[in-house]
C-alpha cells in the first residue's frame, strides 16, 4: 500500500482527524463522499487531503469520491488500528485514573492490562476492575508479561526511573504525559502528551488581534 517509506510527521498527525470524521460518516450510514465534501467538514482544503491520501496510495475515484468504509478501513490500518496493544498504566493519580477510565481506548484495540502506583493508599483500589499494584513489582511483573505500550503519569522526575524499566524490558512504545523530554533508544517510540500546550494555543487565539491591533 505505501508509495513511500518515510510519511512526514505533519501527514501523520492529520490522519487521526480524518479517522474520526470518517467514522462519523460511517455512523451515519454515508457511503461515499467527495474530497470538497470531506473538505468542507475537515476543514482542510481538498488538494491536501488529495495529497495527503496519495501518500499511502490512490483511494479515490474521479468523480465518485472516496469509499467512506474503505478509507476509514485502510486509515485505520495506517494508523496500526487493526491491531491490538497491551498497555499499562504508572502513576494512578488524577490523569493515570482518567486514562484508565476512558473505555474508548479498549475500541481502539489499547487493551490496559495493568496500573501500577507507589502510593500505599492507591495501592489495592479498583479501577475499572484493574487492582492498582505496587510499582515496586512493575519489573517482574514486565519480565512476566509482555506490554507493548507503557503510559506514565508519575511526577516527572520520576518518569526517567520508569521509563527505564519499560525499556529495559523490552517495552517500544511510550505515552508520556510527564512534562520531560525521556531519553529513549531509537527503537523506542516516546509519543509525548502536553495539555497545556493546547491551552497555550487556545489562549494565543484569543489574544490574538490584540498582538495585531494597529
Ligand atoms: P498526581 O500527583 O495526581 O499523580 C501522580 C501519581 O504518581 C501519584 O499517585 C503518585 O503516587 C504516583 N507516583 C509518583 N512516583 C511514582 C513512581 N516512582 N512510581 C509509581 N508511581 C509514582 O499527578 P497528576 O496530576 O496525575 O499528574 C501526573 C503527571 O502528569 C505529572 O508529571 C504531571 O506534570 C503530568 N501532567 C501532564 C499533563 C499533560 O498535559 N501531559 C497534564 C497534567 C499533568
Redesign the pocket.
Known amino acids: 500500500m505505501a508509495k513511500e517509506t518515510k510519511i512526514s510527521m505533519a501527514v501523520i498527525r492529520r490522519l487521526p482527524k480524518y479517522h474520526r470524521y470518517l467514522g462519523e460518516l460511517l455512523r451515519k450510514d454515508i457511503d461515499r463522499i467527495s474530497s470538497k465534501e470531506l473538505s468542507e467538514r475537515i476543514g482542510f482544503t481538498a488538494s491536501q487531503i488529495r495529497q495527503d491520501l496519495n501518500c499511502f496510495g490512490d483511494f479515490g475515484q474521479q468523480g465518485y469520491g472516496y469509499n467512506v468504509k474503505d478509507l476509514y478501513d485502510q486509515i485505520g490500518k495506517i494508523l496500526g488500528l487493526d491491531k491490538n496493544y497491551k498497555t499499562i498504566i ?7 485514573q482518567a486514562v484508565a477510565n476512558y473505555a474508548k481506548f479498549e475500541s481502539l484495540g489499547f487493551h490496559l492490562q495493568a496500573i ?4 500505599p493508599k ?1 495501592i489495592g483500589i479498583k479501577i475499572r476492575d484493574i487492582e492498582v499494584k505496587d ?1 515496586d513489582c512493575l519489573d517482574t511483573y514486565l519480565k512476566e508479561n509482555p506490554i507493548d505500550i507503557g503510559i506514565i ?4 522526575e ?2 526517567q ?2 521509563a527505564d524499566i519499560m525499556i529495559k524490558n523490552g517495552i517500544k512504545g511510550i505515552w508520556n ?3 520531560t523530554d525521556l531519553n529513549a533508544p531509537d527503537d523506542v517510540i516516546v509519543e509525548n ?4 500546550e493546547s491551552l497555550m494555543i487556545l489562549s494565543y487565539r484569543l489574544n490574538e488581534s490584540e498582538l495585531f491591533k494597529e
Open positions: 504508572v502513576g494512578a493519580g488524577n490523569i493515570g501500577f502506583d507507589k502510593n492507591l510499582v503519569c508519575v511526577p516527572k520520576h518518569a526511573m520508569v504525559f510527564a512534562p502528551v502536553h495539555l497545556s
